[in-house]
């Protein structure tokens, strides 16, 4: 079939010849040439193909004429085959016009065998074009590689690109482009950039890319897009040739709507969390004044004759108005999330249950109340009479937004919160949640009044009509429970807000009921006053002197350590205030304290406490919210002295535990 001429040589030759002689003369002329070879013979059409298939040839030899065939069958078998190798012809005779027709079907050359000399220089022409065609087509590859990777890496960018030419007209866009402008992106080749993006620049704002031209340097534009309702940053840069004349910009387009939506929510919040800063602190110095006014002014009502009726009615106008005052400290305390709440496990459809009858007098009989609630809600752990006061204030907004009737629709479910809704709504964490939504028919708002209804003063009832404290209050009492609070309102379409408190898992719903009162009588006991406020101070001891008790005093914790060490008698039980002056707290005090009278029982009293808060220690102890009058000091006294409990320490706080 075919013999092996040269197994040594780097050169691969195919020799198609069926004279042995003349291949091995052709061989032995390339080889005396300096040309390293390896060659093959074969002398049939099979043999051509089975080698062609085997092998990895870098040029062929043919004779014109063969036995049963000729070259221009090789050559067929050769380009049938895909292969790009070398063809070159020899023979004896040959025509010009049948050399041509093998030059025009794909011949690299033809070298007659009188002028066989002339066959080194053809093989080596022959390799060096294969070379530079081997060459060519890897920089081809590359190229193309090169170029599938940066319009990957294009088409991947997040950002709309477009490549304009001198007069606007879109060259180039990436696939983030015809997504922000709903249109393919091959559409938009040939378009003017004017067209079909700024086409919402009025007449005296010209467009990023008009004052590049017109400045020659970067521009840039942050603009509200109202038919894409998208607010985008929008740059061009401009390209220019080695010479510095611009030929023209590249165009990028960044939608920042949801980063704007976020910025302006963390400032609302930023705002409303310094407003409730300010308004917590003005309000724990405020309710030690108000205790001092309300204490008096009791005491005097106590001692003041039935007789005078015009000095009794003036110290009641006092009280009156300290209790207004402490009322207003309270919305404040509530709106700034630092009022002490008495946390519960409950079910939203039991807490919305009991107040229906209340919310349907409260709104009045040409406002339809509509009850929806979950059967398998899940359980949240809140204050259930902070949650109630939430209903009865946006209640009370709904119906003053509804002056000619409608419809109040209150409905609760469980619902879970994945990662996409902060991006959507805003700040919260994923999880699972109970969502109660409140929603009127009534006038909605607009924008920019819903972005103020949670600021504390902020109303839009007529003078007089309004304290604009309701919402304020509902956003504290929402934050303080670990909670969300959203509005959705449109002019004329009525508003929705929806809270979402987050469920507890693995603990059922327990409302403890209100105790009854107890009796008014009060037993024999020894209490010690921690307070640091000198003038609350002497109040609660004349207060509680009066009543009965043996009063001792101390305005640090450390006083009232060394009074526990040192007094001999017992003490029945501490009133203790929870911020104190010193280097130890009213939970501390307590802490200490339950060592050192065990049997002794425990009041803390407080405005706020962020030290309380969320530790769960208010549902641990005896709490006293400043500021209260003496009847509900009176009460809390008796039925903490009335109870069979002692406090003992536990790590982080205080509790009771029953004897």
């Given at each position: ?44 059409p ?18 014109h ?14 380009q ?87 007069a ?50 970067e521009?840039?534009?942050e ?24 030929e ?12 704007k ?24 110095d ?22 005078d009726?015009?000095l ?43 107040l ?162 107890l ?68 939970i ?25 808060i ?46």
């Open positions: 079939m075919g013999e092996t001429l040269d197994a040594n040589r780097r050169v691969r030759i195919l020799v198609v010849d069926d004279s042995a002689a003349d291949a091995e003369l052709m061989i032995s002329l390339l080889q005396r040439e300096g040309l390293p070879i390896v060659a093959h013979r074969v002398d049939t099979e043999s051509f193909q089975q080698r062609l298939t085997e092998g990895d040839f870098d040029l062929i030899l043919s004779d004429n063969l036995q049963t065939w000729n070259a221009m069958d090789a050559l067929q078998i050769l049938r085959s895909g292969r790009d190798i070398p063809f070159i012809v020899v023979t004896g005779t040959l025509g010009d016009e049948r050399a041509v027709e093998y030059l025009k079907n794909g011949a690299n050359d033809y070298v007659l065998k009188e002028n066989l000399e002339r066959l080194p220089m053809a093989v080596r022409r022959a390799l060096q074009e294969k070379s530079q065609r081997d060459e060519n087509q890897q920089l081809q590859a590359k190229i193309q590689a090169s170029k599938e990777a940066w319009e990957r890496t294009f088409d991947a960018i997040p950002d709309s690109i477009m490549l304009l030419d001198r606007g007209r879109i060259l180039l866009a990436n696939s983030a482009t015809g997504t922000l402008l709903g249109a393919g992106a091959h559409d938009l080749i040939g378009k003017e950039c004017f067209a079909v993006v700024h086409n919402f620049c009025s007449a005296h704002q010209e467009c990023p890319f008009q004052r590049m031209l017109s400045s020659g340097r521009e840039e534009a603009i509200t897009e109202p038919h894409l309702k998208k607010i985008l940053r929008i740059s061009c840069v401009p390209l220019r040739n080695g010479n510095g004349k611009l023209g910009a590249v165009h990028l387009m960044r939608d920042i709507t949801e980063r939506h976020f910025e302006q929510e963390m400032a609302q919040a930023q705002k409303l969390e310094a407003i409730g800063r300010l308004a917590a602190g003005v309000a724990h405020f309710n030690n004044i108000l205790g001092v006014i309300q204490g008096y002014s009791e005491l005097m009502q106590e001692q003041i004759p039935e007789s009726t015009a009794r009615r003036q110290v009641s106008e006092i009280a009156k108005a300290a209790h207004r005052a402490a009322g207003v400290t309270r919305q404040l305390l509530a709106f700034s999330r630092k009022q002490v709440m008495q946390l519960r496990a409950v079910h939203l459809t039991d807490v919305v249950t009991d229906a009858q209340m919310l349907r007098t409260l709104i009045g009989e040409k406002i339809e109340l509509e009850i929806r609630t979950a059967d398998d809600l899940a359980a949240v752990k809140v204050d259930p009479i902070q949650i109630q006061q939430v209903l009865i204030n946006l209640a009370i907004n709904a119906r003053d937004a509804m002056p000619n009737g409608g419809r109040l629709t209150i409905s609760t479910c469980n619902v879970e919160l994945d990662s996409q809704y902060p991006r959507m709504q805003g700040p919260v964490v994923p999880g699972r949640y109970v969502m109660i939504a409140v929603s009127d028919t009534g006038v909605g708002m607009d924008e920019n009044t819903a972005s103020h209804i949670f600021e504390p003063f902020f109303t839009t009832k007529e003078r007089g009509k309004g304290t604009g404290f309701g919402l304020s209050i509902v956003y504290g009492i929402v934050k303080q429970s670990g909670g969300y609070i959203w509005v959705y309102s449109e002019l004329g379409r009525g508003t929705t807000f929806k809270i979402y408190l987050p469920q507890l898992a693995g603990e059922s719903a327990n409302v403890v009921p209100i105790a009854a009162l009796s008014e009588k009060a037993s024999p006991a020894t209490i010690l006053v921690v307070e640091d406020e000198e003038a609350l101070a002497e109040m609660l001891h004349t207060s509680l002197e009066k009543c009965g008790y043996t009063v001792l005093q101390a305005a640090t914790g450390e006083e009232a350590l060394n009074i526990a060490h040192s007094y001999d008698g017992t003490i029945d039980l501490l009133l203790s205030d929870l911020v104190l002056r010193g280097t130890m707290d009213g501390e005090l307590a802490d200490e304290w339950a060592v050192t009278r065990p049997n002794s029982r425990l009041i803390l009293m407080s405005g706020y406490s962020d030290a309380l969320g530790t769960g220690l208010n549902t641990r102890m005896e709490l006293l919210e400043k500021p209260f009058t003496n009847a509900e000091l009176r009460r809390k006294i008796r039925r903490a002295l009335s109870e069979s409990t002692r406090v003992i320490p536990l790590a982080g706080g205080t509790v009771r535990a029953s004897r």
